[in-house]
């Protein structure tokens, strides 16, 4: 029986122009914003953090590794800011980083299988322009939290979901590193999501489709999430590191979802950034110490006393 599931992700995709409700956001700090993807009749943006001229120093031209963050939000929504700390602080330590916004359903009517394209356009585009860039082709990390998590773990794990425009591309999607926070990563019967995800599953969940390709990943999660249980979490990591692929996972006491936002823990918050640092340090990707000084500088409240 032929399938029908390319002509269901077409009508999905091409049922009429909507409204474009995505806005250019306006970082400070963010050196340039450039369009990566029209889709669903909207304009798609990407932000970009280059490393200040003294950490690039006389080593200006030479390519570095980068990364692209998602954010969190159920599929539903979520802002384009919420990784902008991450960024700015990888930008400082020498990577050039990314937030991309992507399709979500409250502003275009879209499903998950949406939201893995645009990120698979992104870490793409990345990867297309890297030479003006300034990027590695081959040192492009993808971050995300939640439902962002999803995404970025969908751009190292998962085959297919590809935009059909994209379809014929030789530019490679698949992400060099993955930088997960309580990443809804498993989309299955008992996981999250499943009844949204249904039709494009086992296709669309990491944790169904971990092979020996996968890029090497670190993982954060409270003990208390209510959306990723810490069993889900402990056999994502196990089944990586069975398919001989590098893994980390931290697991939080009793936090819960959305624990390492500043707004929700600035302790926690600061460890996970230092935590991530030093797993990109171990795969070679950062030199050097971490900076807490300048982390604790991008806090949004001041530090409170210990």
Same mark, same amino acid.
């Given at each position: 029986?032929?399938?029908?599931?390319?002509?269901?992700?077409?009508?999905?995709?091409?049922?009429?122009?909507?409204?474009?409700?995505?806005?250019?956001?306006?970082?400070?700090?963010?050196?340039?914003?450039?369009?990566?993807?029209?889709?669903?009749?909207?304009?798609?943006?990407?932000?970009?953090?280059?490393?200040?001229?003294? /950490? @690039?120093? &006389?080593?200006?031209?030479?390519?570095?590794?980068?990364?692209?963050?998602?954010? $969190? #939000? =159920?599929?539903? *929504? %979520?802002?384009?800011?919420?990784?902008?700390?991450?960024?700015?602080?990888?930008?400082?330590?020498?990577?050039?980083?990314?937030?991309?916004?992507?399709?979500?359903?409250?502003?275009?009517?879209?499903?998950?299988?949406?939201?893995?394209?645009?990120?698979?356009?992104?870490?793409?585009? /990345? @990867?297309? &322009?890297?030479?003006?860039?300034?990027?590695?082709?081959?040192?492009?990390?993808? $971050? #995300? =939290?939640?439902? *962002? %998590?999803?995404?970025?773990?969908?751009?190292?794990?998962?085959?297919?979901?590809?935009?059909?425009?994209?379809?014929?591309?030789?530019?490679?999607?698949?992400?060099?590193?993955?930088?997960?926070?309580?990443?809804?990563?498993?989309?299955?019967?008992?996981?999250?999501?499943?009844?949204?995800?249904?039709?494009?599953?086992?296709?669309?969940?990491?944790?169904?489709?971990?092979?020996?390709?996968?890029?090497?990943?670190?993982?954060?999660?409270?003990?208390?999430?209510?959306?990723?249980?810490?069993?889900?979490?402990?056999?994502?990591?196990?089944?990586?590191?069975?398919?001989?692929?590098?893994?980390?996972?931290?697991?939080?006491?009793?936090?819960?979802?959305?624990?390492?936002?500043?707004?929700?823990?600035?302790?926690?918050?600061?460890?996970?950034?230092?935590?991530?640092?030093?797993?990109?340090?171990?795969?070679?990707?950062?030199?050097?110490?971490?900076?807490?000084?300048?982390?604790?500088?991008?806090?949004?409240?001041?530090?409170?006393?210990?």
């Amino acid at each position: 029986m032929k399938s029908i599931f390319p002509m269901i992700w077409m009508a999905a995709c091409f049922a009429g122009p909507v409204a474009a409700k995505t806005v250019k956001h306006d970082f400070q700090g963010a050196a340039t914003a450039e369009v990566y993807k029209t889709a669903s009749g909207d304009d798609l943006w990407i932000y970009r953090f280059d490393p200040p001229a003294a /950490v @690039r120093g &006389n080593s200006a031209k030479k390519p570095r590794p980068a990364v692209v963050f998602f954010f $969190g #939000g =159920g599929w539903n *929504g %979520g802002t384009v800011t919420q990784f902008e700390q991450h960024a700015t602080y990888l930008a400082s330590r020498g990577m050039v980083a990314f937030v991309a916004d992507y399709r979500v359903k409250s502003r275009q009517k879209t499903n998950p299988d949406a939201c893995v394209a645009d990120g698979k356009s992104a870490i793409r585009w /990345v @990867r297309s &322009n890297a030479q003006r860039l300034g990027v590695d082709p081959a040192r492009i990390a993808a $971050g #995300g =939290g939640s439902a *962002g %998590g999803h995404v970025a773990a969908a751009t190292g794990v998962c085959e297919g979901l590809d935009d059909p425009v994209e379809s014929g591309s030789k530019t490679s999607f698949k992400s060099n590193a993955l930088l997960l926070f309580n990443p809804v990563y498993d989309n299955g019967p008992t996981g999250y999501g499943h009844d949204r995800a249904k039709p494009w599953f086992p296709a669309i969940s990491p944790a169904h489709n971990i092979s020996p390709d996968d890029p090497p990943t670190i993982v954060f999660l409270g003990s208390n999430d209510s959306l990723v249980p810490v069993g889900t979490a402990e056999k994502f990591d196990a089944d990586l590191k069975a398919a001989g692929i590098r893994s980390e996972l931290w697991i939080y006491d009793e936090q819960p979802h959305g624990f390492f936002n500043e707004r929700k823990n600035q302790e926690a918050f600061l460890d996970t950034v230092l935590k991530m640092d030093a797993f990109l340090v171990s795969i070679g990707w950062l030199d050097g110490k971490a900076d807490q000084e300048k982390l604790e500088s991008l806090l949004k409240t001041p530090l409170r006393k210990r």
